[in-house]
C-alpha cells in the first residue's frame, strides 16, 4: 500500500462523499488518461489512489500559478519519495515574444455576459503592458522578463506517468477571458489527440477544478463528437453555477451530484448562504442557498459507448 509522507492526508477541496465517488470511479474504470485542470491536493490525492489500486495511466493536471506550480512540484517529490521514481523532469521556459503579443493585443475571448466590474482581463493586461507599453519593450528585448510556462514529468512506480503543466496566466480565468486561454485548454487535451486516431477506445476521466471551464467542456464535447472510439468521463465542480448551463445542456444524460459539505478531513465547504457581487453573475439570482449550492456541486457525465 503507498502512504502519502504527511500526517495529515491531504485531501480535494469537494464533499468527501463526491470525492469518495470519483475514487470508485477510478478504482473500477481503465481510464489510459486523467487530465486535471486546476492542480492541488486533488492531484496528490488521487494519483496515491490510483498507486493503491495498481492502475496504469498518464496523469495531466494543469495549473496556472507559476509559484505554486513550483510548490507542488516540490511537494510531490516529497510525497513519493518512498516508491520508484524514474524519468524526472522539470522545467521552465519564458513565453515567446509572439505569445506575448497575443496576450497583450488580442481581444478579451470570453463568450460569457461578464459585468465590467467583474471582468478580470483589462487589469491582467494593465499589469503584463505595464504605462505606455513599457514591459511589452522589454519583453521584446530581454526574454528573461518574459512569463514562463512549464512542466513537471516523473514516472511513479512503473506505472503512473504524471505530468505536471503550467500555462501561466495573469488572472484566474474563470470566465475563459484570456486570448491564449486554448493553450491552457490544449494542454491536457492535445496529448489525447495525438492517440486518440491510433487507438480502437480510449476512456479519460476529466477532473475540471479550474480555468474556463465551460471552454473547457465544450472542447471536450468537440473532441468526442469527432471521434466516436473516445469515451470521456467528466466531473465538473461547482456545477451550480448557471454560468455553465449551456455547455451542461449539452450532454442531456449528465446528471449532479448532491455534496454533503464536508470534505474527507471533516472541513466545511460553503457559507448557509452568498449574496454578493457574483451572486448574481454566477446564480442568476441575488441570493443562493447552502441546499441549493449542495444539490449541483458537481456534474457527472459518462460517454456511453456507441
Not at 14 to 28: A, H
Not at 86 to 113: G, H, I, P, V
Not at 216 to 228: C, H, R, S, V, Y
Not at 237 to 264: E, H, Q, V
Amino acid at each position: 500500500m503507498i502512504e502519502i509522507l504527511h500526517t495529515n492526508q491531504p485531501v480535494p477541496s469537494i464533499s468527501g462523499n463526491i470525492t469518495t465517488y470519483i475514487t470508485e470511479k477510478l478504482k473500477e474504470e481503465n481510464y489510459e488518461f486523467i487530465l486535471e485542470y486546476g492542480s492541488g491536493n486533488s492531484t496528490r490525492f488521487f494519483i496515491t489512489k490510483l498507486l493503491e489500486f495498481g492502475k496504469k495511466c498518464t496523469f495531466i493536471s494543469v495549473e496556472y500559478e507559476k509559484q505554486w506550480f513550483i510548490e507542488l512540484s516540490r511537494i510531490i517529490r516529497s510525497d513519493f519519495k518512498s516508491i520508484k521514481v524514474s524519468n524526472e523532469k522539470f522545467e521552465l521556459k519564458q513565453w515567446d515574444y509572439e505569445k506575448c503579443k497575443r496576450f497583450f493585443y488580442m481581444k478579451n475571448a470570453t463568450s460569457l455576459d461578464v459585468p465590467n466590474d467583474l471582468k478580470r482581463f483589462p487589469k491582467a493586461k494593465r499589469l503584463f503592458g505595464g504605462l505606455f507599453n513599457s514591459k511589452m519593450f522589454l519583453y521584446k528585448l530581454r526574454i528573461k522578463n518574459r512569463p514562463v510556462d512549464g512542466h513537471y514529468k516523473v514516472t511513479l512506480n512503473d506505472s503512473i506517468n504524471l505530468w505536471l503543466i503550467l500555462r501561466s496566466e495573469f488572472m484566474k480565468d474563470q470566465y475563459g477571458e484570456s486570448p491564449i486561454k486554448n493553450e491552457y485548454i490544449g494542454a491536457a487535451l492535445v496529448p489525447l489527440k495525438h492517440i486518440i486516431p491510433s487507438q480502437k477506445e480510449l476512456a479519460a476521466a476529466f477532473i475540471i477544478d479550474g480555468g474556463p471551464r465551460s471552454d473547457i467542456l465544450d472542447a471536450i464535447f468537440e473532441l468526442e463528437d469527432g471521434n466516436g472510439n473516445f469515451f470521456p468521463t467528466v466531473f465538473l465542480c461547482d456545477a451550480n453555477r448557471s454560468i455553465y448551463s449551456k455547455s451542461i445542456r449539452r450532454r442531456p444524460s449528465g446528471r449532479f451530484l448532491k455534496g454533503s459539505n464536508r470534505t474527507l478531513n471533516n472541513e466545511p465547504l460553503y457559507n448557509n448562504q452568498y449574496s454578493n457581487r457574483k451572486t448574481k453573475f454566477f446564480h442568476n439570482k441575488n441570493k443562493v442557498s447552502l441546499s441549493e449550492l449542495l444539490d449541483k456541486e458537481v456534474w457527472f457525465y459518462q460517454g456511453a459507448q456507441k
